[in-house]
């Protein structure tokens, strides 16, 4: 079969491959794009996502990064009559503790000098200036931060929250958007400009004078040229990478979500998404405990668990659905297609996100039928920042490792490595987000020793 030639072919048309064909497509005309992909688009990884957003982050680069990203999701939800269900109720951030300095030192650390504008703090019952997160609009939602510290103020906002919760941190600028009709926002506009799509599987690429990939399509094998490649293969980038002799600094773990219908109206539809900071031991039973305790591979279960479990409304106002889920998992793990769900997590994650609202313990043992529970691999760098611009050999692009925040970052990151292969003005963080951070041993330093923002 005689080779297909493109300008430049895109491996994934997960949300991270569809955003860059639809930057280099938009903002610097290449018309000449084959998005390869052995999936259906948004199929995979980006199938998974809990659709959150939001732009809080300890370090200024990724708050600059999703910014940007939250800005063009908007110039979407603008053009298309808000078509990608962005709303902004914000993040909710409820601790125990009434010392959250630490806290208070990340969100100054992300906001730098922005941080005494943007940040409030609520110390009575009543505060006149807090906006209760009481509409969905993204449009006219506050920005910055709200320290919620009095528990009458608390409770009156949040009332499904445990009565032990002393301070909320709410992210005003966050909510959630559907990334799947963002991503088909995309497609759609790339195939009114002629870009290509091709099912099939990358199975090896050369290069000389440009690039050449072996593709198995159901038709058998394919034969692509490419002028330039992109490298947006989700949980299988370094795989791409290796087919170039390159190596990518990135591990695979492996997290998981469920959904279910809130028959017994647990949760208020207007609670924003919903982050205990706290770690907890999980509420079994004595008896539980003690055999889990008495079992190698479960007694993790019966130890200290970490906090961050999370759970929200799902399919808006008038919807009725919820989603709970908890990144607990830090075992690096291959990535595979076959996803490893483990049947005990809805369980887990049930008992674990009914610590913050206790009126979720309804569905202890009796979660309904069509419980959807689901997962997939968070690719990502030991210091938590996505791969994005130069690969490593000329003509090769990266647009990986996004972690547990690529829908929320791929617009931005779209854009930015689209900047990378079109050789346009970069932005003052295009640097520290591409491979030339690990040559800058003080960032790398400071970038391990921060939070790393994993949810
Ligand atoms: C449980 C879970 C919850 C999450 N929640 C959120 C959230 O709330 N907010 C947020 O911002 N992010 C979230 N994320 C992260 C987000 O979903 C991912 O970062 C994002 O979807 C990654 O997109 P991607 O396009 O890079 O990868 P993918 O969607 O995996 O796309 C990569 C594509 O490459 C294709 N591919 C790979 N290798 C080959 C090959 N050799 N040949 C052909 N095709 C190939 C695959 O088939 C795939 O379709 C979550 C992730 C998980 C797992």
């Not at 906002?157 to 909320?168: E, G, K, L, Q, W």
């Not at 313990?361 to 309904?368: D, F, H, M, N, S």
């Amino acid at each position: 079969m005689a080779a297909v030639h493109a300008e430049i072919a895109i491996i994934g048309t997960g949300i991270t491959g569809i955003s860059t064909a639809y930057y280099l497509a938009k903002n610097h005309g290449l018309k000449n794009i084959l998005m390869i992909d052995c999936h259906q688009p948004m199929a995979f990884t980006s199938a998974q996502s809990g659709e959150n957003y939001r732009n809080w982050w300890a370090r200024p680069e990724m708050v600059a990064l999703t910014n940007r990203s939250i800005d063009l999701m908007e110039e979407v939800a603008r053009e298309s009559a808000n078509q990608i269900n962005m709303n902004r109720r914000g993040y909710s951030l409820a601790t125990r503790k009434t010392d959250i300095d630490m806290l208070v030192t990340q969100l100054h650390n992300g906001l730098e000098e922005h941080a005494g504008q943007l940040l409030r703090f609520h110390e009575r019952s009543e505060a006149p200036t807090y906006k209760p997160p009481i509409k969905p609009d993204w449009s006219g939602a506050p920005d910055g931060v709200d320290i919620l510290r009095h528990q009458d103020l608390i409770r009156k906002t949040f009332p499904s929250y445990s009565n032990d919760i002393r301070t909320v941190i709410h992210i005003r600028r966050g909510g959630t958007i559907s990334s799947q009709q963002l991503g088909m926002y995309m497609l759609e506009y790339l195939k009114e400009v002629g870009a290509r799509r091709l099912t099939g599987l990358v199975e090896n690429i050369h290069s000389s004078e440009g690039f050449r990939l072996q593709v198995r399509t159901t038709d058998g094998a394919q034969q692509i040229s490419a002028d330039q490649i992109v490298n947006a293969a989700g949980p299988f980038a370094d795989k791409i990478a290796s087919m170039l002799g390159l190596d990518l600094p990135v591990f695979h773990t492996f997290q998981q979500k469920i959904a279910f219908e809130d028959r017994a109206n647990a949760i208020p539809r207007d609670m924003p998404f919903s982050i205990d900071l706290d770690g907890q031991k999980i509420n079994w039973s004595d008896e539980e405990r003690e055999m889990l305790l008495d079992d190698p591979e479960f007694r993790w279960l019966g130890e200290d668990m970490p906090g961050a479990v999370h759970c929200r409304p799902d399919g808006g106002d008038g919807g009725t659905w919820l989603k709970l889920g908890w990144a607990y998992n830090e075992t690096p793990a291959p990535a595979t297609w076959d996803l490893p769900l483990d049947s005990n997590f809805p369980d887990i994650v049930l008992r674990g996100a009914s610590r913050l609202n206790p009126s979720l313990k309804v569905y202890l043992g009796q979660l309904p039928r069509n419980t959807h529970h689901y997962g997939g691999w968070y690719t990502m760098t030991d210091e938590n920042w996505p791969l994005i611009g130069p690969m490593g050999q000329q003509g090769a692009f990266m647009n990986c490792a996004l972690s547990g925040f690529g829908t929320m970052a791929a617009s931005a990151s779209g854009e930015l490595c689209a900047k990378w292969v079109a050789e346009a003005e970069l932005p003052s963080y295009a640097r520290g987000f591409s491979l030339d951070r690990y040559q800058d041993n003080t960032l790398m330093a400071a970038l391990l020793a921060a939070n790393k923002g994993r949810l």
